[in-house]
């Protein structure tokens, strides 16, 4: 058996210097270039007086603006998962008087859905905030709690109006991303699935949803990320004191508006990239787990 000869060493050293050039496109360089950008920017808020006192006051408005991004996003979860299922597969005549019933409640739903879906989507978000604010919970609570002797515990510009009206408006928009992720499920495996007796919850708990889940995952992501920054839109529109609405009131009080500003926009910056890198985590370990 003949033995083929070591390569030479120019040939060698050509190919160690292939093996280096192609090893560079493996590095996440958008990774480094954040790296630097955020080294240069905490040397700056150490070393500048003006900064560190503006990133100490805004880092004490951070947990509030958690609270709201994080719990609007898992109302939204629910609101856009249950609006989803409704319309994911529209409504169809019953086959039997008995479902005759079931069959309006269901086309009921449906449509009813719909209609929240498009008006949520054609209004802006800063004028739904508005509109729960000093519009619809006003009259929730004057004209339908109080006279059945029920009385709000928040008032209309509170925390909980601002989650809850995030949540209404993100979770129309995600409704449309289940769906969508719901019908992109071979019907075949659904047709399988409902021959073996499955019941339609049955279906959709253990073979629709984990699917549909794992192909939406990306733009579930990216509806957290964008939650957090929209939770400025409560802050400016009802008065809470989140990142943006405390940079802009003491801003307005010392006009130094350069150091507040470009501080807030790098404490929203880390917030973001942190919580995509833990999606992207996520979202790796859900491939890993299904092969």
Do not use: C
Request: glycine letters at 8%.
């Amino acid at each position: 058996m003949s033995v083929s000869p070591p390569p030479s060493e120019p040939a060698a050293k050509s190919f160690s210097a292939w093996r280096f050039y192609r090893s560079l496109y493996n590095i996440p360089w958008w990774g480094v270039i954040l790296a630097i950008m955020g080294i240069w920017v905490g040397s700056v808020i150490n070393s500048n007086p003006d900064y560190s006192t503006a990133f100490g006051q805004l880092m004490a408005a951070v947990p509030l603006t958690l609270v709201i991004g994080l719990g609007s996003y898992a109302v939204a979860l629910v609101i856009g998962l249950l609006i989803g299922l409704i319309r994911s597969s529209p409504p169809k005549p019953a086959s039997t008087v008995a479902g005759i019933p079931f069959s309006i409640a269901r086309t009921a739903l449906y449509h009813l859905a719909t209609v929240y879906v498009e008006i949520i989507r054609g209004t802006p978000m800063v004028t739904f905030l508005l509109l729960a604010a000093f519009v619809l919970i006003p009259y929730i609570r004057t004209e339908i709690l109080r006279p059945a002797g029920i009385e709000l515990p928040f008032r209309g510009t509170s925390v909980e109006v601002g989650i809850i009206g995030l949540a209404l408006a993100y979770g129309a928009f995600m409704s449309e991303t289940f769906r969508a992720g719901i019908q992109s499920i071979e019907k075949g495996q659904v047709e399988a699935a409902r021959a073996l007796g499955l019941s339609f919850f049955q279906v959709m708990r253990h073979v629709v949803l984990p699917q549909a889940i794992r192909r939406i995952l990306p733009p579930l992501g990216n509806d957290l990320v964008s939650m957090i920054k929209d939770s400025a839109l409560v802050g400016v529109t009802l008065a809470q004191r989140e990142v943006t609405q405390t940079a802009s009131v003491i801003a307005g009080s010392n006009f130094k508006y350069q150091a507040y500003l470009i501080t807030a926009a790098v404490i929203y910056l880390f917030l973001t990239i942190t919580l995509s890198l833990i999606v992207k985590w996520v979202e790796q370990r859900m491939k890993m787990n299904t092969r």
